[in-house]
T-cell receptor, first 111, second 114 residues
Framework: GQSLEQPSEVTAVEGAIVQINCTYQ??????LSWYQQHDGGAPTFLSYNALDGLEETGRFSSFLSRSDSYGYLLLQELQMKDSASYFC????????????FGKGTKLSVKP | NAGVTQTPKFQVLKTGQSMTLQCAQD?????MSWYRQDPGMGLRLIHY???????DQGEVPNGYNVSRSTTEDFPLRLLSAAPSQTSVYFC?????????????FGPGTRLLVL
């Protein structure tokens, strides 16, 4: 089968660094992607990792370890507007189009 | 360029009623999909399509039908609504459906089945 595990909630203070983890189990791995969703809004694409290592995009970075079936999203210099839910996603069984999301991590940024 | 559009934004149905949720995209994307989102459950894939005339089932297809007669449109049909189908429905599209691609989501349809 396939599964994606994420913590359900994370709390951090403004200006801090937070890491949101994702472990996955799927046959035919083609990469891990991350999405952000604000309350009442639609998910938006943040990043993608196909190879091991860190991908940096501004304040956000995403890391992948294929040998550990593990990835994380790192958010630096947290701002109040980063309060949102964050989802990791993989292709189920490697099948094109069968994109499966984790249950999401709700990040609350406190002043 | 409107991206992905969904109609209606809100809908209230009675148990047993049928309806169609509309989704359209103007980016010439081959891949389109439907997700439902329930509290604590994340996004669950209902059906998807990798091109006109091709559809496939996702994680939770029961109670829903789809068809893809054009590249632009991907309607989702509820033939006999049930309270368990109360949810927020998102349509998404991307070039070919690869995990490396940006999935563009519509604004969502909030459905309440009484």
């Amino acid at each position: 089968g396939q599964s994606l595990e994420q913590p359900s909630e994370v709390t951090a203070v403004e200006g801090a660094i937070v890491q949101i983890n994702c472990t996955y189990q799927t046959s035919g791995f083609y990469g891990l992607s991350w999405y952000q969703q604000h309350d009442g809004g639609a998910p938006t694409f943040l990043s993608y990792n196909a190879l091991d290592g860190l991908e940096e995009t501004g304040r956000f970075s995403s890391f992948l370890s294929r040998s550990d079936s593990y990835g994380y999203l790192l958010l630096q210099e947290l701002q109040m507007k980063d309060s949102a839910s964050y989802f990791c996603a993989v292709l189920y069984g490697g099948s094109q189009g069968n994109l499966i999301f984790g249950k999401g991590t709700k990040l609350s940024v406190k002043p | 360029n409107a991206g992905v559009t969904q109609t209606p934004k809100f809908q209230v149905l009675k148990t047993g009623q049928s309806m169609t949720l509309q989704c359209a995209q103007d980016m010439n994307h081959e891949y389109m999909s439907w997700y439902r989102q329930d509290p604590g459950m994340g996004l669950r894939l209902i059906h998807y399509s990798v091109g006109a005339g091709i559809t496939d089932q996702g994680e939770v297809p029961n109670g829903y039908n789809v068809s893809r007669s054009t590249t632009e449109d991907f309607p989702l049909r509820l033939l006999s609504a049930a309270p368990s189908q109360t949810s927020v429905y998102f349509c998404a599209s991307s070039a070919t459906g690869g995990v490396q691609e940006t999935q563009y989501f519509g604004p969502g349809t909030r459905l309440l089945v009484l």
